[in-house]
């Protein structure tokens, strides 16, 4: 079962899990379960995406009663109102601690034209381990706040790369090394990325919305065993 984070007679916002597609598509490829095929099994009648998430990544995800109110959510999301916030853990400790990533970025083809793309982050926490690791004997990581403001495709993954802070568990544009590392040594299978929380008009009523999703069992335990759980949580329960 899904879990259903809030629902109306408009709108359903679903807790997507990790390494879960939302839908059929060339970039899936063959799979057992899809999440808007998981979703019809629970509500009745029809249900439009209003937005993606990539399989990796779990957290909020948005879904339409009808094609017009998809269609009005949409017009919020390229009209970039919807604030879009979200919890990574990157390898390193990213400096400046709080900064703006402004580097352009292709669409789903790396080799089409780049469009503007900026992400905020701030540092929310930090932990060196006692883990060698090619030259050197200990690992750092940190835990990060990211709101992008545009939304291109795979955006907080790519610019997380690109500013040497691959986020832990990416399998595309990540560091394999430390990737093992977490699966070895801390459990995690999955890429630690997470749509913590939405804030957008309700398409009928025009009630400002905020949906948070909290964090899973591999995000609990991590942020457990790092002492990242208050840290955590005031950046959680802020928005």
């Given at each position: 079962m899904l879990g259903i984070l809030y629902q109306d007679g408009d709108?359903?916002?679903?807790?997507?899990?990790?390494?879960?597609?939302v839908h059929r598509s060339k970039f899936v490829g063959p799979d057992?379960?899809?999440l808007i095929d998981l979703l019809r099994e629970q509500v009745e009648g029809p249900l439009h995406l209003a937005h993606r998430l990539d399989r990796a990544t779990s957290g909020v995800l948005l879904v339409a009663r009808s094609a017009d109110i998809a269609g009005r959510l949409g017009e919020q999301f390229m009209g970039r109102t919807v604030h879009k916030?979200?919890?990574?853990?990157v390898r390193g400790w990213p400096e400046p601690t709080e900064g703006t990533i402004d580097y352009p970025l292709p669409g789903s083809r790396e080799t089409g034209p780049r469009r503007d793309a900026t992400t905020d982050y701030e540092r929310l926490g930090t932990v060196e381990v006692d883990i060698p690791l090619g030259r050197y004997e200990k690992q750092r990581y940190s835990l990060v706040a990211a709101e992008p403001r545009?939304?291109?495709f795979r955006q907080i993954r790519k610019h997380f790369a690109h500013i040497h802070h691959p986020i832990v568990g990416d399998s595309q544009h990540g560091r394999g090394d430390h990737n093992r590392l977490f699966k070895i040594h801390f459990a995690s299978h999955r890429l630690l990325l997470h749509a913590a929380s939405l804030s957008f008009e309700h398409p009928v009523t025009a009630e400002r919305m905020i949906v948070r999703a909290g964090p899973?069992?591999?995000?609990?335990?991590?942020l457990d065993q790092f002492g990242w759980r208050e840290a955590y949580g005031r950046w959680h329960d802020a928005a």
């Open positions: 709108i359903v916002a679903v807790d997507k899990p990790a390494n879960l597609a057992d379960a899809f916030r979200y919890a990574a853990v545009t939304g291109r899973d069992a591999t995000w609990t335990r991590l």
